[in-house]
């Protein structure tokens, strides 16, 4: 088993930027691979970056390339989305993931274990 909490969620305007956290905790998870997905309203759960846990190697939607950057920290167990120049349509709850083996990190029935979502909402 392993638990997902995420925190770091907030209302921002466009342009800014917030930092997500996610602490992982639970049985040994140095082999899986972690994800941020997100939901609007109404739609449905959009994959935004994924991560190895292992070795580091990073996987990112095309829409948040170059703003969104997925990172680790091994010692503290945490898993981190940076979000940098926020859109309106980055609005959602945004979820952490833990997948124990995926071949396709941008799929959400992948992954095995979710945490409960932050809301980050950007205002125009």
């Known amino acids: 088993q392993v638990q997902l909490v995420e925190s770091g969620g907030g209302l921002v305007q466009a342009g800014g930027s917030l930092r997500l956290s996610c602490a992982v905790s639970?049985?040994?998870?140095?082999?899986?691979?972690m994800a941020w997905f997100r939901q609007a309203p109404g739609t449905e759960r959009e994959f935004v970056a994924a991560?190895?846990?292992?070795?580091?190697?990073?996987y990112n939607a095309d829409s948040v390339k170059g703003r969104f950057t997925i990172s680790r920290d091994n010692a503290k167990n945490t898993l981190y989305l940076e979000m940098n120049s926020l859109k309106p349509e980055d609005t959602a709850v945004y979820y952490c993931?833990?997948?124990?083996?995926?071949?396709?990190?941008?799929?959400?029935?992948?992954?095995?274990?979710w945490g409960q979502g932050t809301q980050v909402t950007v205002s125009s």
């Open positions: 993931a833990a997948s124990r083996f995926t071949l396709a990190p941008g799929n959400p029935r992948g992954y095995d274990y």
């Open positions: 639970g049985s040994a998870f140095s082999n899986y691979v």
């Open positions: 991560i190895r846990w292992s070795d580091g190697s990073t």
